[in-house]
């Protein structure tokens, strides 16, 4: 269902508490414009397609979900990225929220 509301043009994704369930597609990172994506509080599943942190993102919601895997060190390479918040993703190496701020400095 995620994978067939993408296109390039897509700037802002809000799909949170839709009830989605599953692995994320990869086949989201083909929103080329993707700034805000937004996927909290569904049934998500897997872990995040590496092909995601290729997107211009500023903005990264996942909490509440069932993700696995890790986000570091790819993470780390989106300097657009302004905020993410994935407490409860159950993601390796996340503990509580994470944030990373405009100055490209991190807060646990």
Not at 14 to 37: V, W
Not at 51 to 60: G, M, R
Not at 92 to 106: G, Q, R, V, W
Request: hydrophobic share 40%; with cysteine.
């Amino acid at each position: 269902m995620l994978a067939m509301i993408m296109t390039d043009g897509l700037s802002l994704s809000a799909l949170s508490n839709n009830d989605f369930s599953g692995e994320i597609p990869p086949s989201l990172s083909k929103a080329k414009n993707l700034r805000e994506l937004a996927l909290s509080t569904n049934r998500l599943s897997g872990s995040i397609p590496p092909e995601l942190w290729s997107l211009p993102l500023t903005v990264f919601y996942a909490e509440n979900n069932q993700l696995s895997g890790s986000l570091f060190p790819p993470v780390f390479n989106i300097s657009t990225l302004v905020d993410m918040y994935v407490r409860d993703a159950h993601c390796s190496c996340i503990a509580n929220s994470y944030t990373k701020i405009l100055t490209n400095t991190y807060t646990l």
